[in-house]
């Protein structure tokens, strides 16, 4: 299973990008996708994840108003939004799926399998 995730960039703060996650090795119209970042130094946070119903769980109170999470499953693709972005959205973002318990958001610790990340970054 590979899962990857694209998109990432340099931003100014107010700015916007659109990452994309996109996996092999599964069907991933049955998976549900998180989305978690990692700073520098900081832990994991999970931010955003839609299940295989399209329903959507926040993780990151900071994100909710300005980030959305969707799924084209005939792309085979989830994509997350990231609009307003602030200096303290800069991290390596990643998308994971849980190979067990595959169809439902659950706690960040349970999604074992994600791959490279996508470094975003704001900065005026």
């Known amino acids: 299973v590979h899962v990857v995730a694209s998109g990432g960039g340099s931003v100014q703060p107010g700015g916007s990008l659109r990452l994309s996650c996109a996996a092999s090795?599964?069907?991933?119209?049955?998976?549900?996708i998180l989305w978690f970042r990692q700073a520098p130094g900081k832990e994991r946070e999970g931010v955003l994840c839609?299940?295989?119903?399209?329903?959507?769980?926040y993780y990151a109170d900071s994100v909710k108003g300005r980030f959305t999470i969707s799924r084209d499953n005939a792309k085979k693709t989830v994509y997350l939004q990231m609009n307003s972005l602030k200096p303290e959205d800069t991290a390596v973002y990643h998308c994971?799926?849980?190979?067990?318990?595959?169809?439902?958001?659950?706690?960040?610790?349970?999604?074992?399998?994600w791959g490279q990340g996508t470094q975003v970054t704001v900065a005026s």
């Open positions: 090795g599964i069907t991933l119209d049955y998976y549900a």
């Open positions: 994971a799926v849980d190979l067990y318990n595959y169809a439902h958001c659950g706690p960040v610790a349970e999604f074992d399998t």
């Open positions: 839609i299940n295989d119903g399209g329903e959507t769980t």
